[in-house]
């Protein structure tokens, strides 16, 4: 090519990678052809260059969980806690009214953060097991499925539950089962209908 000469708008310059140039079809690369489900989740989980697209995807997931079972726990116990003080003292006589709005505040706020902390953990650790399990799976087999939601919410489930006993854990690994079910379903749905895949 001479100096004179443009490159066409379509090419990068030489040199440069784009993964928006990278094949479609993985196969042309010789490399990837041959690497196994291990060979991708070693490099999924090598943290020598920082947190792959993977894996923070399920830090995504962990905190949307923290937070979003935070806030449901934490209303639910501030809510409880309301009623409970009311049906307490509906009886007693204030003198100072404001006294017993400050009072009956501070007991909301104390269950707000107690139900917070309770439900935020485990739906947190929930949200990982079921996310880290269905990207482990994705990235093994190079291909997305329903299976590994399935079997992910089943394994989140179980250990949810695990602290009630047999009985607890299968029911659990049930529920956990239909939950990652049907959040497969509606994803493998919902790429069908926009046009569009997993990876993008």
Request: proline content about 3%; overall charge positive; hydrophobic content about 40%.
């Amino acid at each position: 090519m001479s100096a004179t000469q443009e490159q066409p708008d379509d090419q990068a310059p030489r040199g440069i990678v784009s993964e928006i140039d990278r094949p479609v079809d993985f196969s042309q690369i010789a490399v990837l052809q041959n690497e196994t489900g291990w060979d991708r989740l070693r490099t999924m989980f090598d943290l020598s260059s920082g947190f792959g697209p993977e894996l923070e995807l399920v830090k995504t997931g962990v905190g949307i969980g923290i937070v979003l079972g935070g806030l449901s726990g934490g209303l639910n116990y501030a809510k409880q806690a309301k009623m409970n003080y009311i049906r307490q003292n509906e009886a007693n006589y204030y003198l100072k009214p404001k006294e017993a709005m400050r009072e009956m505040q501070d007991k909301m706020a104390l269950e707000f953060f107690r139900g917070g902390f309770k439900l935020g953990w485990r739906m947190g650790l929930f949200s990982g097991i079921y996310v880290l399990g269905t990207v482990s799976g994705l990235t093994y087999r190079n291909k997305f499925g329903i299976a590994e939601h399935v079997a992910s919410g089943a394994v989140a489930g179980l250990l949810f539950k695990v602290n009630l006993g047999v009985k607890g854990s299968l029911a659990g690994l049930v529920v956990g089962g239909l939950l990652g079910l049907v959040s497969g379903t509606t994803m493998c749905v919902g790429t069908k209908a926009f046009g569009i895949t997993v990876p993008e």
